[in-house]
């Protein structure tokens, strides 16, 4: 599958994900939310595992079909084995969250809201969906960018 394929008509989400990191199975009902809300506007959503899975086995192909199946992932969940894909983006954990206009230039990186495992705050996606908001209203997103907090790509040796 190539970005050009399935970049959306106003702006594409690329986020970086994985199966086992707590900080994702903490926000995946609202990222399937949002992209199924989002989706209707335009905005194209891309999820990418980038994990070395010979040390973690449980992010490999086979346990990302199952578990996009389990969670109803509106949104195709590919799999970087050379992680070179996160290597070119900077990824650095999971979740990465990146939102590009329709001419792929960035708008925004950074968390889905402030919401982490334990903190006792809801998860509503607020950051994220103001940054998409910007885009399809043609606004410049002023809000500060929080980087994403969660568990690290697991880097190949």
Known sequence: MSLESLKGKYGTVIMFICNHCPFVIHV?????SIANS???KGISFIAISSNDVNNYPQDGPNEMKKHAMAEGYPFPYLYDESQEVAKAYDAACTPDLYVFNTDLKLNYRGQLDASRPGNGLPVTGSDLRHAMDCLLQGETNTRPQMPSIGCNIKWKP
């Open 38 to 40: 989002y989706t209707k």
């Open 28 to 32: 995946n009902k609202e990222l399937v």
